[in-house]
């Protein structure tokens, strides 16, 4: 493999792995606060949906990715009055989201736009496109560093630098601040927050307000930048993937970033393989390449779940004592 396959592979793990990291980081907020969140694949969907569906209308990137976030945070705000204020079982009402987004972006897709649960192509005005920062084209002939500025760091939409923002950003509000001192307490020992005069229930909606911004912007990657209109089912499993990720990583945000990067480079290797054909083996059945993402997500879950350390108060609805 030469150096410029090298560095296609990369920027496609970087390209790919981008949703997986806001999915990831959506779960880490929520998790850490005591409610776990199977949803995340309903949410990302919903918002890659209406991303497109504005972005189609209105002709706005903007708005689009506005109208996106907004409605994964309603889907948040009913998982959190399930799981939080009715103490529902927060497995089943995740389930339940999931179901209800793919449903209803089908035949929202079919009514409005007629093409099978799709929306139609989107304009370049309507999506969020490559950047190319300052200097690319001069670093080109810098040897091994130019290139990677070049080719990996250069030309990425947006939404992508934002992914990479983001990890560094959770660490520092999760171990930095007082609201990620309280997060990380109430996830623990609720009874405790509790205790000290601080609402449970407060932060753990604040928890998953923020899971729904970030599954809002990993749905809107999806269908306004990294492709250009939204297909049926197009999460295709991502946010079960990014699910996987975060407990491999055992919900810590640095770890979270390189799990994604692997189930990243894993389904970019995917692709590549698809039309690439091994010595002695041959060209690789493209079932068996598609399948690999999920196939690893098994491996880590069936090697690491049981070495992982959740929050010892997730899943569980709080009760205040009287």
């Given at each position: 493999m030469d150096w410029l396959a090298v560095l296609n592979l990369v920027d496609s793990t970087l390209r790919l792995s981008a949703p997986l990291v806001f999915a990831a980081l959506a779960g880490l907020y929520s998790e850490r606060s005591g409610v776990f969140d199977i949803g995340l694949e309903g949410k990302m969907l919903a918002s890659a949906f209406t991303a497109a569906a504005v972005a189609a209308v209105s002709g706005s990137a903007t708005l689009a990715l506005l109208a996106g976030i907004g409605v994964a945070v309603v889907f948040s705000l009913i998982h959190g009055l399930a799981s939080i204020t009715y103490r529902g079982n927060q497995i089943?009402?995740?389930?339940?989201?999931?179901?209800?987004?793919?449903g209803l972006t089908i035949i929202l897709g079919a009514a409005w736009f007629g093409l099978g649960g799709g929306t139609p192509n989107l304009p370049a005005e309507a999506r969020f496109l490559p950047i190319d920062l300052p200097g690319a084209e001069a670093a080109r002939a810098i040897p091994v560093l130019g290139p990677i500025y070049a080719e990996v760091v250069s030309g990425q939409n947006l939404l992508l630098y934002l992914a990479v923002l983001a990890v560094p950003l959770t660490w520092w509000v999760l171990y930095r601040t007082r609201f990620g001192l309280r997060l990380r307490a109430v996830g623990e020992n609720p009874g405790a927050v509790d205790t000290a005069g601080i609402s449970v229930t407060w932060l753990r909606y604040r928890a998953v307000i923020i899971c729904g911004v970030l599954t809002g912007l990993a749905g809107a990657y999806l269908s306004i930048a990294q492709s250009a209109a939204f297909s049926r089912e197009m999460t295709a499993g991502r946010g079960y993937i990014a699910l996987a990720a975060l407990i491999f990583a055992n919900w810590k945000p640095v770890?979270?970033?390189?799990?994604?990067?692997?189930f990243g480079f894993l389904d970019a290797l995917s692709i590549r393989l698809q039309t690439t054909a091994l010595p002695l083996v041959g060209q690789i059945p493209p079932q068996f390449v598609q399948a690999l993402p999920y196939i690893l997500t098994v491996i880590l879950l069936a090697g690491f779940v049981g070495k992982a350390s959740p929050p010892r108060a997730g899943g569980v609805p709080y009760v205040k004592e009287r």
């Open positions: 089943v009402s995740g389930v339940a989201l999931n179901f209800v987004a793919s770890p979270v970033l390189f799990a994604c990067l692997l």
